[in-house]
């Protein structure tokens, strides 16, 4: 089955990484801006890593008949400076017309501060004003709950904002039901210890429904495992579900969100010419 | 899958996790040191009083215990303007 991973951090991944999505049936992936592991020390090193990910990924996941879209912003955990931020938000727009660029984000929060909180507003103006989509980073562990609920009283109060074209990422049994009444697409973020298993997120497909809901790996610098998403489909057929409902979850949901974006132009690959092995 | 179909594929993981939580607990209590007033260490407790519950929202109920507290007037406690 091909699917989609809608967030996954390649700038962390060895390039056998992306042979191995592409032999599990990944056509195509989008990959929000984040911390790098360290924090910047100015906007240029921004300016770098916005050329990395509109350049560099999608050359290399190309190599493997992998489509590599991405989404910009200075992410929630460096948004604490507020100065650096409004830098860094500064260089967003010369990139927008890039051809690879879906949007604005991860913004989010992480410790939810004040901080923090201004700088994920100014985003948010940032995509108004530029008719972007949105994707968003919740805290993890006990900030979770309250974060959402933050960034949800955040977005209610911009009136201009369709909430069709926001996604609200890293949901979990705790925050799910509220993004999901509110109008926006969730993402649950499969991953080892601090966000959610593939049991646990079949779990609130079965409850919640597969509509606006999308699955991840994330695939970052932690211990996460950038084949998530093919244990979903895994943890999915052993529970019986349809091959259609698994494709809605996997592929149709990132598609059909995505699709809301001007650059995101997609083919889905033959099967017969496609490239799994190293060139 | 009914019930018991869950219950025959899941026996052995779930008896597992059990058997992790139980060696974990002894770990600490055979350590030097008291956690009876450890807010943590009563956080697990909790927790696993919530496991005996017969709701069937239990993840979601354990999720809330280990979650900070939201405050609705956080905008007004920022000071910040709020967006229209």
């Given at each position: 089955m091909y699917y989609i991973?809608?967030?996954?951090?390649?700038?962390?991944?060895?390039?056998d990484d992306y042979q191995t999505l592409a032999r599990m049936g990944c056509v195509a992936m989008s990959e929000p801006a984040f911390w790098a592991g360290f924090d910047r020390g100015s906007a240029d090193g921004f300016r770098d890593y916005f050329r990395q990910l509109t350049e560099v990924e999608p050359a290399r996941a190309a190599q493997y008949g992998i489509q590599h879209f991405t989404w910009l912003c200075i992410n929630a955990k460096e948004a604490e400076n507020v100065e650096l931020s409004r830098e860094v938000m500064k260089l967003i727009p010369e990139f927008l017309?890039?051809?690879n660029v879906l949007g604005i984000g991860e913004i989010g929060l992480n410790k939810n501060t004040r901080n923090e909180s201004i700088v994920f507003q100014e985003h948010v103006e940032l995509a108004i004003e530029h008719e972007q989509q949105i994707l968003i980073h919740t805290p993890h562990l006990a900030d979770k709950y309250q974060g959402t609920r933050m960034i949800l009283d955040m977005l209610a109060g911009?009136?201009?904002?369709?909430?069709?074209?926001v996604l609200v990422d890293h949901v979990e049994e705790h925050t799910v039901r509220e993004v999901i009444d509110a109008g926006y697409w969730a993402g649950m973020t499969l991953y080892p210890v601090t966000k959610c298993t593939p049991a646990r997120a079949a779990d609130i497909i079965e409850q919640m429904?597969?509509?606006r809901l999308c699955v991840n790996s994330?695939?970052?610098?932690?211990?996460?495992?950038?084949?998530a998403v093919p244990d979903l489909i895994m943890e999915m057929r052993r529970r019986g579900h349809t091959e259609g409902m698994i494709q809605q979850v996997v592929f149709d949901n990132p598609y059909q969100f995505f699709s809301?974006?001007?650059?995101?132009?997609?083919q889905v690959p033959n099967p017969e010419t496609r490239v799994f092995d190293t060139p | 899958m009914n019930a018991s179909q869950i219950l025959e594929r899941e026996f052995l993981e779930v008896r597992a996790k059990i058997l992790e939580i139980a060696a974990s607990l002894d770990r600490m209590d055979r350590?030097?040191?008291?956690?009876?007033?450890d807010p943590n260490r009563q956080l697990l407790d909790r927790g696993i009083d919530l496991l005996?519950?017969?709701?069937?929202d239990r993840a979601e109920q354990v999720q809330l215990l280990f979650s900070r507290e939201y405050n609705d007037g956080w905008q007004d406690d920022f000071d910040l303007q709020k967006r229209t």
């Amino acid at each position: 089955m091909y699917y989609i991973d809608p967030h996954i951090h390649m700038v962390s991944r060895t390039t056998d990484d992306y042979q191995t999505l592409a032999r599990m049936g990944c056509v195509a992936m989008s990959e929000p801006a984040f911390w790098a592991g360290f924090d910047r020390g100015s906007a240029d090193g921004f300016r770098d890593y916005f050329r990395q990910l509109t350049e560099v990924e999608p050359a290399r996941a190309a190599q493997y008949g992998i489509q590599h879209f991405t989404w910009l912003c200075i992410n929630a955990k460096e948004a604490e400076n507020v100065e650096l931020s409004r830098e860094v938000m500064k260089l967003i727009p010369e990139f927008l017309d890039c051809p690879n660029v879906l949007g604005i984000g991860e913004i989010g929060l992480n410790k939810n501060t004040r901080n923090e909180s201004i700088v994920f507003q100014e985003h948010v103006e940032l995509a108004i004003e530029h008719e972007q989509q949105i994707l968003i980073h919740t805290p993890h562990l006990a900030d979770k709950y309250q974060g959402t609920r933050m960034i949800l009283d955040m977005l209610a109060g911009h009136t201009g904002l369709d909430r069709s074209r926001v996604l609200v990422d890293h949901v979990e049994e705790h925050t799910v039901r509220e993004v999901i009444d509110a109008g926006y697409w969730a993402g649950m973020t499969l991953y080892p210890v601090t966000k959610c298993t593939p049991a646990r997120a079949a779990d609130i497909i079965e409850q919640m429904g597969p509509d606006r809901l999308c699955v991840n790996s994330a695939g970052d610098w932690g211990p996460s495992k950038p084949t998530a998403v093919p244990d979903l489909i895994m943890e999915m057929r052993r529970r019986g579900h349809t091959e259609g409902m698994i494709q809605q979850v996997v592929f149709d949901n990132p598609y059909q969100f995505f699709s809301q974006s001007r650059h995101f132009s997609f083919q889905v690959p033959n099967p017969e010419t496609r490239v799994f092995d190293t060139p | 899958m009914n019930a018991s179909q869950i219950l025959e594929r899941e026996f052995l993981e779930v008896r597992a996790k059990i058997l992790e939580i139980a060696a974990s607990l002894d770990r600490m209590d055979r350590a030097e040191g008291d956690l009876t007033l450890d807010p943590n260490r009563q956080l697990l407790d909790r927790g696993i009083d919530l496991l005996k519950s017969n709701e069937t929202d239990r993840a979601e109920q354990v999720q809330l215990l280990f979650s900070r507290e939201y405050n609705d007037g956080w905008q007004d406690d920022f000071d910040l303007q709020k967006r229209t």
